[in-house]
């Protein structure tokens, strides 16, 4: 019996070779274009950092992490407070809210109680706080509710409302700059009520908030009270991190997941600012402090300096144009960073940035702007797949290029992009053991200046309110948004007013990408500007570890109103980097004068110091003394004031009654 054959067994050789044809094919495709497996990079969280007992301002934290926050409104900002006494003061003490006791209040002049330490403190601590005010301290409380009414002598009862702008600084009594911008500072979070008030030298009223109180002083004892009725944390908080626009994410519902880091500004006018909001508000608040008795501090530049400068290049494939920068800034006296790629630096180019003098920082590809950084994954020859380098890995490979054992703690991520939510790209950053991030800056041509209302680095604070082991150092001009007017600019308000950390950010490819003259121009000239107008020209890592430095050594200091002496003992570390070979050392400012009148003498370890080797602080308020490294003693002597008369004695306040 014949089989009748079917028409799948009569095809079945063609379809076999077809099937692998097919195979042959895909084979083929996955060899040229391998399937590419996305990499994800571990987070890490944010911690405590340990206490510091020496300083004349405490700062008092809480005892345990908030919740994880899912709105900037339920975010605790006490860290917020911590950036900013670290970038005015650079010495300060912290410690729990729990262990608040008269011991721990002992010869402070100032403590800072946040929100959420003002919420949980019981009676007793209250009680010291305010046996601590009324002996002579300054006790600055932020949102006091039910409880705080004895010592701020503010009721804070009925509506609650939203605090977005400054509606008056009268109280302040002060002119320029701080007068004339800080109105423009975009604020964020509740607002207590409370009533009506005049202006300083009237009433109590330092500040205005929607056009009612929104910073207050009140007499206490022999000390002060100040009140704050916004969330003035929260509001730097935003002002350097971003303002979210719903949750804690940035950008409307389905936005991609990189994004420029302009998206995060807290203010449309952040964008193109010539001023540092932040730190004006910060300023608003501590020179206040030195009306009750004259604060001194550690100046937050070495020596005489009135401001940095540093210039860095990221460079995703050219890194011979970045390294030709970098020759050029050596050559006139500069620094530089570098921000490589890793797969686009080799150790011969490891070689020639040490001899360039550059620092070498990671890129962080990630695949937006150019082709991501894969490893081949398969059998033997067969490897149809690319997986992603992740954060990790990358910086693993640049490391090896380097050599000699070297770590690398710098980096930027591509074209400065960043994850839409609060705080992922830090804690991947963070998790990586990276502890300098420099991405948040202008990128488009019309954006400049202080996206991020300061030049100064600051920690990011995680969605539970701890903050990360990594500073953020925003930059102020990149690219084609940099010109020599511009620049000019803020060096002279820096200079002036203003005292920051300038970093310029120019990429390798600038000129191949947005060719413009100013760009050229302004890099020619920015080492001769900056030390024309007394910046420091140093780079990010030098500045890092200076600021360390400053914050690790201590500074502490006694008031006699009775022969208007300021007496201030400091131990001052330095840092010996490439850019201050002999050493950075930060030098100690203390007021001009007190109660308006000028200092009479400085003593140095028992010498006499001449007033001319003062340094004046621009137009600002303050002198600087420069001295070496380690311990000293310091006595500013004030002219005293004149004998009062019948008639001052009338018109002296009344202590507040309790």
Known sequence: MVRRRTVLGALKWDLGALLLLGLLTLLWSSLNEPT??????????????????EGDVLLLLPATPAAQAAELRALDCSYGWFNALWHHYGAFATAQSDNLSPQILAGRSVVIVPERVALSLPRAAMSALEDFARRGGQLVVELPREGWEPLTGISTT????????????????????????????????????????????????????????????????????????????CSLTALHQGKPARHMEFGPPGSPRWQPTENRVAHERMLTSHVPYADLLKRALFDRFSEHRPMPRLWPFPGRHMGAVMNTHPSSEST?????????????????????????????QAAMADQVGAQVGLLWVLGQDRPPLTKARGLGAMQPWAEELNLAEQLTKLEANLGQGRQIRLVQTEEGLWEGDWDATFRRLSAAGLRVDTSFGPGASEHYGYLFGTGMPFYPIDSRGLPLPILEAPYVLRGANINPARLKRMLVNSQNYFHQPLAINVPADAMAETPAAGILLGFRELHDLARAHEHWVTSVGDLIDFLVARRQSVLTSQWSAAEQRLTISVNVLGARLQSAPEGAIASVAFPRDFEGRPIRRVVLDDEDVSLSRLANSGAGDERVLEMPPGRHVIAVYYEPPAPATDEDLDTLPAERAP
Not at 330 to 343: H, L, P
Request: glycine share 10%.
């Open 158 to 233: 009925g509506a609650v409302g939203q605090a977005r702008r400054i509606t008056s600084a009268d109280g302040l009594g002060v002119h320029g700059p701080l007068r004339e911008h800080l109105v423009d500072t975009p604020l964020t979070g509740p607002l207590l009520p409370t009533a009506a008030l005049l202006p300083r030298p009237a009433g109590p009223v330092i500040l205005e908030v929607e056009e009612q109180p929104g910073l207050l002083v009140q007499p206490l004892g022999q000390g002060r009270v100040y009140t704050i009725l916004f969330d003035y944390a």
């Open 320 to 348: 011979r144009a970045a390294l030709g920068y970098a020759d050029w800034a050596r050559k006139n006296e500069g620094a530089s960073t570098i921000f490589v790629a890793a797969d686009r630096f080799t150790p011969s």
């Open 36 to 53: 590419l497996q996305p990499a994800e990079s571990p987070q890490t969280n944010g911690s405590r950092p340990p206490d510091r007992t």
